[in-house]
């Protein structure tokens, strides 16, 4: 059924605030996103009164569907993948309409097509979506709640569920948004080296061709049109050639995050290239 949010103000005293301490520590910790979104379906699996089975849904605007950022254990993993495939059930109407979905008991649930008889193969029998929406933003992902037990998400449960989503939902918001910086900083370190590895390879054939700037990149365009290599690359070869080593590109900024203080490059790319 759709769900009506409980009231989020009545949590058990003192569990929300351990959940908030907790979710600010695992940004703290993470070492990138994937990493926190780890940690995060982890930590809500065992967050509630009862163990359940979590993951966390995303869609972005680089690909074409949802896909499963993180998931507690590869059952749910498996049973996500099987979702999106069918493109049926309550992770997908949460995404698609911003409002929590639940199913009580799978062998009563009419909606969702052929979902029911997914659930079953996979032994879950209740399940509750909620979507993480951080601050000012569209939903950005979803948190998949899975029992292998009838009638798990009692109103107490869910209740307590909505603060976990709500912190969560903030958390996530930051991830992203240091994440996004990161990205943009690694496009701008790469576009940066790129022009200055091709500053060096004009100085080269200003030198060699007695021609200005102007001239020296008509130069190299052309041998890179004629020989269908990127700018770049014939630049950086150039370089080589003449100094007898690739050229190297000092980074511009300092390798600590801005998360965890003296910890290393939280959310920071390891592939960098």
């Given amino acids: 059924m759709t ?3 409980p ?3 009545r949590p058990e005293p003192g569990r929300g605030e351990e959940v908030l301490v907790r979710l600010q520590q695992l940004l703290l910790e993470a070492e990138g996103l994937d990493d926190f979104l780890r940690s995060l379906v982890r930590l809500a699996a065992t967050a509630l009164p009862l163990p359940v089975h979590c993951s966390v849904t995303l869609s972005s605007e680089n690909r074409a569907h949802p896909y499963t950022a993180a998931a507690s254990d590869d059952l749910v993993d498996r049973f996500d993948q099987k979702q999106y495939e069918v ?10 309409t911003g409002a929590p979905h639940r199913v009580d008991d799978i062998d009563d649930e009419e909606r969702f097509g052929s979902f029911p008889e997914l659930a079953r193969e996979h032994g879950l029998r209740s399940m509750f979506a909620l979507p993480l929406a951080p601050p000012r933003q569209h939903v950005a992902g979803v948190l998949n709640m899975y029992s292998t037990e009838r009638h798990t998400f009692t109103r107490a449960v869910r209740e307590e569920a909505v603060v976990f989503a709500g912190y969560a939902s903030g958390a996530l918001g930051v991830a992203l948004r240091f994440a996004g910086e990161q990205r943009f900083s690694l496009d701008l370190q790469s576009a940066i080296s790129s022009r200055t590895v091709i500053d060096q390879a004009l100085g080269i054939v200003m030198v060699q061709q007695s021609c200005s ?3 020296a990149f008509e130069i190299l365009t052309r041998a890179s049109q004629q020989r269908n290599v990127k700018l770049r690359d014939l630049a950086a070869d150039l370089v080589t050639k003449v100094g007898g080593q690739p050229p190297s590109v000092r980074p511009l900024w300092p390798r600590r995050s801005p998360l965890s203080g ?12």
Wanted: contains cysteine; proline residues 6%; hydrophobic residues 25%.
């Fill in 87 to 96: 493109n049926e059930g309550p992770c997908l109407e949460t995404l698609r």
């Fill in 7 to 9: 009231d989020p103000t």
């Fill in 213 to 215: 700037s102007d001239r």
């Fill in 3 to 5: 769900d009506a949010l």
């Fill in 262 to 273: 003296e910890r290393a490059s939280a959310f920071r790319e390891t592939d960098e290239g």
